[in-house]
């Protein structure tokens, strides 16, 4: 399922810890503090547990959220550099 990660990180070297990590979980950068990828529950359960030691200021936050097929598609995406909230728009039958 598609997953968006956003955060707040105050300590410059615990978000670049945070973010190769994201990468490192197949999670790609659509903004400074945000990512966006599948996820499997397990992955996702993993993630939530490891990512859990970057929040060490009392303002520090992460978010993963999970995005079904209708939010997703729903979503509006106002930029200039051409992101997309999906990358591959496809109807697929269950």
């Given at each position: 399922?598609?997953?968006?990660?956003?955060?707040?990180?105050?300590?410059?070297?615990?978000?670049?810890?945070?973010?190769?990590?994201?990468?490192?979980?197949?999670?790609?950068?659509v903004q400074y503090s945000a990512f966006r990828?599948?996820?499997?529950?397990?992955?996702?359960?993993?993630?939530?547990r490891q990512v859990a030691k970057f929040v060490k200021?009392?303002?520090?936050?992460?978010?993963?959220?999970?995005?079904?097929?209708?939010?997703?598609?729903?979503?509006?995406?106002?930029?200039?550099?051409?992101?997309?909230?999906?990358?591959?728009?496809?109807?697929?039958?269950?």
């Amino acid at each position: 399922m598609l997953h968006l990660v956003v955060y707040d990180i105050t300590d410059d070297g615990n978000r670049t810890k945070l973010s190769k990590l994201l990468e490192r979980f197949g999670l790609e950068r659509v903004q400074y503090s945000a990512f966006r990828g599948d996820l499997n529950p397990n992955d996702r359960d993993v993630l939530a547990r490891q990512v859990a030691k970057f929040v060490k200021d009392e303002n520090d936050c992460i978010f993963i959220i999970p995005l079904c097929h209708r939010c997703s598609s729903a979503a509006v995406v106002v930029s200039n550099t051409g992101v997309e909230l999906v990358k591959d728009k496809k109807v697929e039958f269950v």
